[in-house]
């Protein structure tokens, strides 16, 4: 068990652009960090110099207490999961699992004794003897995390390892690697573009993009609390609704605000921004009510589409004078308005973002949701 | 019923241009090829049927012996031209700066014909050629070394001209090898502890074995039906110290009308070759799971 210190670390790539900007970051011992992001925002590479397969271009990475910048792949303490597996194909799932400890030349009877120990946890024991192509896709990422395990290492890292599977297995392995987590208690790092999984997964989350942290935190803390509008964007399905506005007057009870619609919205809290900055409103699917008269802080739509999903029901809405359109959700029990229907909605006040116009959040705003 | 009697005919029909082709140019030469080989023929009298005679006949010749002998000998180039394409395969694979054109250069003498790599190799083989200069220079000889004018060494330089000109062909072949070994098997060997040496004899050369198979089945029935070099460079001499099996064919069949005998020689060449075949498949088939 170990835990990373991030310093600054840069990645520039010879002769082309710098993809890492200076990430720091503390992960702490026994923690399972998520890093989420877009493509090509950087978290895989970010992942590949912690592993020693990219160079580090600058600042510092340790490992434990021990600077590993220049420290060999295989002497860093640390075993990774690949998102294509990366099984050796021509080994049984035995000769797959203790590849490593082979290297290492330890004993055979130590060997085996690792290699069935893991197979046990991971419930692969009736494969041992057979070679990866005749594994299904949960078997093989199984094996993966088995050759991982076997070498007990300081740091696991898992670089988008469910992202080839099934949607039903996915969620069972996902449910498992967490389970994994808690009886290994060990350093996880682990890679994903799915929210879901990072938000299930991780005991913190940072999110990356175009080669910098946004913003590193626990999920409920980036669901409520995100610190620019890209976090608030990225986490959350369907995702944030942001809504153009601009900051009227603020007065002792709260601050005016104005959609683009000219409608008007009364917050509780108080900005300290000048009359007349353009702003973002921010407001999540499920913290927008619907009904059918017109009233205070309501914005009027038309119903453009309505989706079942089973358990609950996604609206889209185009709002009055606006390009954009409004997404809100429903249990599937409540009654939904109809394809067309005109509405006006009503965020849930004290659950909206206001974000300024570099997309930064306004002090004050995004507090634990109610 | 009569859905699939329609289906069955439709693909026989598609099959037939290639059928025809194929019974014209393959099925029908190799049995009449065979048929002739238990005849006596001149290309002028119908063919005499004489039973064994021709094999005996062949077995009772030295010249056969000999020319079989060194046949088997050319199988050296096998190994050789296998090692070596596996090393510049592994050479090329790397992203180094103009490593296309030594990719190309590699694969020049492929494309190239085999007189005009005969005439060469003539030329560099010759007493006053570029070989003899360049050991006389290194102050290595005194007197020029008969390339291929010396019986001792003259299949060995043929052999040497063999191996340059097929290198570049396995090389390539190796290359598509080594690039469909997904980069990330390497980099969990590397996770794992293992050396650049152990990566290559315990991941590239396992997922490579394939590949081997392939071309160690292709250089071997190259080596053994060896002919175009000798027949450039040295007419089966001196002293009959370059006959391969083929050539002997060719001097008999071609040359000398007797094409039961040649047919003969092709035939034993023939079980020989499914035989090195039926070995390389034997031993270096990859086992399945």
């Avoid at chain 2, 390339?147 to 090389?171: E, N, P």
């Avoid at chain 2, 050396?195 to 081997?212: E, G, H, S, Y």
């Amino acid at each position: 068990m170990a835990e990373l210190k991030l310093k600054n670390l840069q990645k520039t790539y010879e002769d082309g652009p710098t993809v890492i900007h200076g990430i720091d970051l503390d992960i702490r011992d026994g923690e399972f960090m998520v890093f989420v992001g877009p493509s090509g925002c950087g978290k895989t590479t970010t992942l590949r110099m912690i592993a020693g397969l990219e160079d580090i271009s600058g600042g510092e990475l340790s490992i434990g207490q021990r600077r590993v910048n220049d420290v060999p792949a295989a002497k860093r303490g640390v075993a990774m999961v690949f998102q294509s597996y990366a099984l050796y194909p021509h080994m049984t799932v035995r000769e797959n699992m203790g590849f490593g400890l082979k290297l290492a030349k330890k004993p055979k009877a130590e060997i085996n004794e690792a290699v069935e120990r893991a197979a046990q946890v991971l419930q692969i024991t009736h494969l041992l003897e057979r070679k990866p192509k005749a594994l299904s896709g949960g078997q093989r990422q199984r094996v993966a995390i088995g050759r991982a395990i076997v070498r007990k290492p300081d740091v696991f890292l898992f670089d988008e390892p469910l992202s080839n599977l099934d949607a039903s297995l996915r969620v069972q392995m996902r449910i498992e690697l967490a389970k994994l987590h808690k009886d290994l208690a060990t350093t996880m790092i682990y890679v994903t573009h799915d929210q879901v999984e990072a938000m299930t997964l991780g005991d913190r989350i940072a999110v990356f993009n175009g080669g910098r942290i946004e913003q590193v935190g626990t999920p409920l803390e980036l669901y409520q609390q995100p610190a620019n509008q890209f976090v608030a964007g990225f986490l959350g399905s369907p995702k944030m609704n942001f809504l153009p506005a601009q900051l009227r007057s603020g007065s002792n009870s709260g601050s005016d605000i104005v959609l683009a619609g000219n409608t008007s919205i009364t917050l509780p809290q108080q900005y300290r921004l000048q009359s007349g900055s353009p702003i973002t409103l921010g407001v999540r699917p499920e913290h927008i009510a619907w009904q059918v008269q017109a009233g205070d802080n309501a914005i009027p739509a038309s119903v453009d589409l309505v989706e079942h999903l089973g358990g609950e029901q996604i609206i889209y809405a185009r709002a009055d004078g606006m390009d954009a359109q409004i997404a809100f959700s429903l249990p599937s029990k409540e009654t939904a308005p109809h394809r067309g229907e005109r509405v006006w909605l009503k965020p849930e006040l004290a659950a909206c973002h206001l974000f300024d116009a570099a997309g930064l959040a306004l002090p004050g705003s995004g507090q634990p949701y109610p | 019923m009569a859905h699939s009697r329609k289906a069955t005919l439709t693909a026989y029909l598609f099959l037939t241009p290639a059928m025809v082709l194929l019974l014209a140019f393959a099925f029908w030469p190799v049995g009449f090829g065979s048929y002739i080989a238990f005849t006596q023929y001149n290309l002028i009298d119908a063919p005499v049927w004489v039973g064994l005679e021709n094999f005996r006949e062949l077995f009772d010749d030295e010249l056969f012996i000999g020319s079989l002998k060194n046949s088997a000998l050319y199988l050296i180039v096998v190994p050789v031209i296998q090692v070596l394409a596996i090393l510049l395969a592994v050479l090329v694979n790397n992203n180094l700066p103009g490593i296309k054109f030594f990719r190309a250069a590699y694969y020049l003498p492929v494309v190239t014909t085999v007189s005009v790599i005969g005439i060469i190799w003539n030329f560099m083989y010759n007493d006053d050629g570029a070989l003899n200069a360049i050991l006389r220079w290194l102050h290595l000889i005194n007197e020029p070394i008969g390339f291929l004018t010396d019986d001792r060494i003259a299949l060995f330089a043929v052999m040497f001209v063999t191996i340059w000109r097929g290198l570049g062909w396995y090389m390539v072949l190796y290359l598509a090898g080594l690039q469909a070994i997904s980069a990330d098997v390497y980099e969990a060997a590397t996770l794992d502890g293992a050396n650049a040496w152990q990566k290559f004899w315990r991941i590239t050369v396992p997922l490579l074995l394939p590949t081997i198979l392939l071309c160690s089945i292709m250089s071997m029935l190259a080596a053994v039906k060896a002919f175009e070099e000798v027949q450039i460079m040295t007419q089966g001499g001196p002293f009959q110290s370059t006959y391969t099996a083929l050539y002997y064919a060719y001097e008999f069949g071609i040359k000398s009308l007797n094409f039961g005998r040649a047919l003969a020689a092709s035939l034993v060449m023939s079980v020989v070759c499914m035989l090195l075949a039926w070995l390389n498949f034997r031993y270096l088939q990859p086992k399945n799971p």
